[in-house]
């Protein structure tokens, strides 16, 4: 769980800190918490219920696993790597032990919780774990999907694994969140819409169609009684189907889905994902929300003012975007239309969008939702943002901050060489990079000509991620490492530093084989020299020097 922003109040804070060493005027801040994130950060993807009915739900970007109150929504108690457990992509409960077992989809583990809370892994079967259940005598089935495909039983004691469907590397042949019953694996094959049948005691898991033509399918669930039901699309419908006749009945219309549980008393829940929320669908369809919908957890932030004057402030959100009005909080925009995003800067009145998951960065316009341009072919970029009518993009695969004209998207001019460029900031004439792994902020041009050498501006940052320009012509930096935000006074020589706010909640340790900086914590200017930063959501400031 990120540590609670412990110096944002209820309303209204204000911070008189004098630069050190400097008899100068205070610089003041105010500001508030605009937009908090969802209560279960990280997303919330598969769920499942343990033999006493708690629901059990894993937080992929947060790395943890919570047990709930499945009737309040109360977290009773929530995991992480500090207690061996990596935050999952789905949850099955073992009928047999008693024990919670999940995959984690980044890490390729599969772990089990034992009901007395100890930890453990039961094997690795490499990036791509997702779909995981049981049988009614304990037999343990997991799969790949998305990523990779393939079903295998696991010995859950031993680990020892046995191919029940090759793996064949084809797209859309996988099986996403599968059940089981009376004998059968029930799971949907998303890449063709249809809820497949697998026998796992047959050779090749005889993989049978029993529905088709969804569009597309995410999840099944079986409950108690037999009752199969099918999750589809996002925004999601909750079908009943008959296996042996391939009919279906629309049970609910949910507002976002991922998957679903059923509880002993034949309850069915369904997991928001990307936002986090659980919901409960009562006997007449209509969901009844258990935990809300919110902001995962959010990384890089951008402000520009829309077509009527208002400011809006962006945040990337992994698998979502969201838009809230700058002054109010009102929401202005969700989308999961660009996938996996990290940073997000503001251009003109579009946005430059980065993945270093699928190495895209885009320039998108917000308002028709689509992409203007896309390129593929940057070194794993971390961050992008429109300087002089060009992009300027951190490349970790490289090192290097390039300069990339969009009439010439094959000429790239290496601006500069760093060992984990991350931080990037401008204004018209001028350009600021800032490296992770060495802590030192540098600007790279000056007065519209690129400096070589680049010139430190300073050193001895902790993790500097987020990095914007002040209405007054400072730089604001996100110290991740060091929970902090400092401003970067660049009117004194040498630069000095003010830390404005400590005891963030930044600098969340990544899962391993991921960027070391794992969640990018962002800050942002808006043209009303409002300051935003990502905080356990998105808090609004206003700096007084």
Known sequence: MRRPLAIIAAGLLSLALATPGLAADPVRLTGRMLVPAAPLAGGTWGIAFDGQDNLWAGHISARTISKLDPDSGRILAQLGPADGVEGSDDIAFDPVSGDVCYTAILTGNVGCI???GTQ????SLGMGVNPITFSDDGRLFVGKAFMADGIWELDPVTGDATVIVAPTGVPGMDVNGFDWYQGFIYGPRTGTGEVVRI????????????????DPPKAVDIAPDGTMYVLVDEPGRVYEFDPETGETTLVADVPNSDNMAVDSRGRLFVSGGNDGAIYRVLPNGDPVTISPAGMSAPYGLAALTDASGREVVYAADKFLAWGFDG???QQRLRTGAIPIIDTVAADDTNLVLTSFFTNAVWVWDPVAQVPLATYWDFALPMNAIR???DLVVAELG????????EATP???TVLAQLAYPLGLAATEDDLWAADWATGMLFQVVRDGVTLDPIVPVTTGLAGPEGLAVTAGGDLLVVESLAHRLTLVDLGRSPATLTSLLTDLPTGQAAAPGMVPHWIFDG????????IYLSADGIARYELHD
Not at 199 to 214: E, I, R, S, Y
Not at 398 to 405: E, H, L, M, S, Y
């Open 199 to 214: 026998d796992p005691d047959v050779a090749g898991g005889d993989v049978t169609p029993v529905v088709a033509g969804l």
């Open 387 to 389: 300087f002089d009518g």
């Open 114 to 116: 034992s009901p007395d």
């Open 120 to 123: 453990r892994t039961v094997t």
């Open 398 to 405: 490289t090192g290097q901050v390039v300069r990339v004209d």
């Open 410 to 412: 094959g000429v790239r």
């Open 523 to 530: 800050v942002a200017v808006g043209p009303s020299g409002a």
């Open 327 to 329: 002054l109010t909080g």
